[in-house]
């Protein structure tokens, strides 16, 4: 049987909305009330919608976590486009297996720790903003990479990438921070990509096409 905990304390509102989307909604909820006071209202209509759908996307729903020390969950909700085995990383040396995934604008966008351990290095790349769904996206867009050391002295890497819309990527821990497995550690806005770098020799959970869960759904079991 199969058990779960908490990474993080689970949130006291029904519907949890992340913090870095609090201003957005602000303004976009005032334009609403203000296009309402002038009676335009179509576009206080519209406004209304784009509110709510904001509201939507910076959604932060709790998460319980799969216990198990070796097994790597995914970092993000969205949609494995590409699995590479057997290649190079270009944010630390050797051969790793690489899982890349998908976030369109309808998926929570809130990033999760995909393995208990700790940080530690973390490089940020200025770039440009392709698609997030294009290969060259890995290399040639904005990113953040992040290195962690789990409790059993492996290595994983996974790189948060903005995509064509997103021109902000939010990173909450630092290098030396003790981490743990489904853990919130950031977030990239309105579409975007997380690229997973794992040992070759882990046993991996998923197949091109799968559709993950940021904390919940397994990527791979280290060995």
């Given at each position: 049987?199969?058990?779960?905990?908490?990474?993080?304390?689970?949130?006291?509102?029904?519907?949890?909305?992340?913090?870095?989307?609090?201003?957005?909604?602000?303004?976009?909820?005032?334009?609403?009330?203000?296009?309402?006071?002038?009676?335009?209202?179509?576009?206080?209509?519209?406004?209304?919608?784009?509110?709510?759908?904001?509201?939507?996307?910076?959604?932060?729903?709790?998460?319980?976590?799969?216990?198990?020390?070796?097994?790597?969950?995914?970092?993000?909700?969205?949609?494995?486009?590409?699995?590479?085995?057997?290649?190079?990383?270009?944010?630390?040396?050797?051969?790793?297996?690489?899982?890349?995934?998908?976030?369109?604008?309808?998926?929570?966008?809130?990033?999760?720790?995909?393995?208990?351990?700790?940080?530690?290095?973390?490089?940020?790349?200025p770039g440009?903003?392709?698609?997030a769904n294009?290969?060259?996206?890995?290399?040639?867009?904005?990113?953040?990479?992040?290195?962690?050391?789990?409790?059993?002295?492996?290595?994983?890497?996974?790189?948060?990438?903005?995509?064509?819309?997103?021109?902000?990527?939010?990173?909450?821990?630092?290098?030396?921070?003790?981490?743990?497995?489904?853990?919130?550690?950031?977030?990239?806005?309105?579409?975007?990509?997380?690229?997973?770098?794992?040992?070759?020799?882990?046993?991996?959970?998923?197949?091109?096409?799968?559709?993950?869960?940021?904390?919940?759904?397994?990527?791979?079991?280290?060995?």
């Amino acid at each position: 049987m199969k058990t779960f905990s908490w990474s993080d304390k689970p949130s006291t509102t029904a519907f949890p909305i992340e913090r870095a989307g609090y201003p957005i909604i602000f303004a976009a909820a005032l334009t609403t009330f203000v296009l309402a006071l002038l009676s335009i209202t179509w576009a206080a209509i519209a406004a209304l919608v784009i509110t709510f759908f904001i509201c939507f996307f910076f959604r932060d729903p709790d998460r319980v976590i799969p216990d198990g020390e070796n097994l790597v969950v995914s970092p993000a909700d969205g949609k494995i486009i590409s699995i590479i085995p057997d290649t190079e990383n270009p944010h630390a040396k050797g051969r790793w297996t690489k899982i890349s995934i998908f976030m369109s604008v309808f998926n929570v966008h809130v990033n999760r720790v995909p393995l208990s351990g700790k940080i530690t290095k973390i490089s940020y790349f200025p770039g440009k903003f392709f698609s997030a769904n294009l290969d060259k996206a890995s290399k040639e867009n904005e990113h953040n990479a992040l290195l962690l050391k789990s409790d059993q002295d492996q290595m994983i890497c996974f790189v948060q990438i903005a995509g064509l819309i997103a021109r902000r990527i939010i990173c909450k821990v630092q290098e030396g921070d003790e981490v743990k497995k489904g853990q919130r550690f950031g977030m990239i806005c309105f579409g975007s990509r997380l690229d997973v770098y794992l040992p070759v020799s882990t046993s991996l959970k998923v197949s091109k096409g799968d559709k993950v869960s940021a904390g919940v759904s397994a990527l791979g079991e280290l060995i």
